[in-house]
């Protein structure tokens, strides 16, 4: 009996040596509602089906836009904000996940008003207070196990000088600290890190409702574009990727759009992890769609997008897709993806539910797995 242990021991740690062990953790993003500012059965049906079925996640990521927010009233966005925390309650009593079991940082919809960003600052606290002296609280980074994640904040109440009091206006959609942001993997890559993670609200490639911003952020009527300042916003957008294929980031996770989609552009996944509430959007118009059956959640048809697709270099036309690569996959679905990370590889399993017929705010189905992709080195 005693040999019989011994041997049944030496292969149990035999067999265990020989499965790679990774670490998860898990990307949200998007849960503005009408819940006191949060779609609270969407982000709750969410996050108790992570703590149900990802007993080895470590942490969540949350790229921005928990609530609605106000403009007017910095004091609604705090109280709204702190419903979020509460609502999100299933995760940060997990006690399956670490400190600070949630690593957030600001949407456009939590800088509205000048006070928002010190709001932010006091009710997430539990940040690393490492980034540029204007941005701590929202820009910081930090190394787990194998991999660095970096969070940069793509949207402020205001860029300029903040204690310049004759200026209100926002002004948003960029990644104003490339330098820290640069050297920051600069040094995250010569501690030997396996992986790197960007997270950030605004999508660097538009996928559906936020063609006209997002990054690259043309503007409104592009056919008409005098404004050389929109340019500049498209070539901050060029150097921040190039940045990110440079120092070879893993993937770069963002929100602000309301749905589902991943795809590789330059060697960097960018995955768009919203939304878990916000109103589902449709993904950008395609050639053929019918422009007379506009969708509920689709911002423009396809004729109004083209100026867009050729200033962006989308690939568009018949029979493509209208998004930045090829290899796009998204899905119009409430959702959370989980990411499985090894030395020389990370699997990456998306679970979302889809809408209830003639909703873009209810969930319909049961949350599921919704696509499963792998990311080499
Ligand atoms: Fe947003």
């Not at 009091?165 to 030997?192: C, M, N, V």
């Not at 309301?258 to 590789?264: C, D, E, K, N, T």
């Not at 960018?270 to 118009?285: K, M, V």
Request: hydrophobic share 35%.
């Amino acid at each position: 009996m005693y040999r019989f242990l011994l041997i049944l021991n030496f292969l149990l740690l035999t067999f265990s040596s020989a499965i790679p062990q990774g670490f998860q953790f898990i990307a949200m993003s998007d849960s503005r509602g009408s819940n006191n500012g949060v779609n609270e059965p969407v982000l709750s049906a969410i996050a108790e089906h992570i703590v149900k079925n990802q007993k080895d996640a470590r942490f969540v990521v949350f790229a921005g836009d928990m609530v609605a927010g106000n403009r007017f009233d910095p004091d609604l966005t705090y109280s709204q904000l702190q419903h979020w925390k509460k609502v999100m309650s299933p995760i940060y009593n997990n006690p399956n996940m670490i400190w600070p079991k949630v690593w957030v940082t600001v949407g456009n919809h939590e800088v509205q008003h000048r006070d928002d960003e010190d709001n932010f600052r006091k009710l997430f606290p539990d940040v690393f207070m490492n980034g540029p002296e204007d941005e701590k609280g929202l820009t910081y980074s930090f190394d787990y196990e194998n991999s660095h994640f970096v969070f940069v904040t793509s949207d402020r109440w205001h860029y300029g000088d903040v204690s310049d009091t004759t200026d209100d206006k926002p002004d948003r959609h960029y990644i104003k600290h490339l330098d820290w942001l640069e050297k920051d993997l600069q040094e995250a890559r010569s501690r030997g890190n396996k992986h790197i993670f960007v997270i950030s609200h605004e999508p660097a490639f538009p996928i559906g409702g936020h063609l006209r911003d997002g990054l690259p952020n043309l503007g409104s009527n592009i056919q008409s574009i005098t404004d050389l300042s929109k340019h500049w916003y498209l070539n901050q957008r060029n150097r921040f990727w190039d940045i990110l294929s440079k120092y070879k980031v893993t993937a770069y996770i963002n929100g602000h759009e309301h749905s589902y989609g991943r795809q590789s552009v330059n060697g960097v996944y960018q995955i768009n992890a919203g939304s878990c509430g916000a109103p589902l959007y449709e993904h950008n118009p395609k050639y053929g769609d019918n422009p007379a059956q506009k969708r509920p959640g689709q911002e423009l048809i396809y004729n109004d997008a083209v100026p867009y697709y050729k200033a962006l270099n989308y690939n568009f036309g018949p029979n493509k897709n209208s998004q930045a690569s090829k290899d796009f996959v998204g899905y119009k679905a409430f959702n959370y993806v989980l990411f499985n990370v090894f030395d020389n590889h990370i699997d990456a399993t998306t679970y979302g539910g889809f809408p209830k017929e003639g909703s873009i705010t209810e969930m319909g189905t049961e949350i599921k797995v919704i696509d499963r992709f792998k990311i080499e080195n």
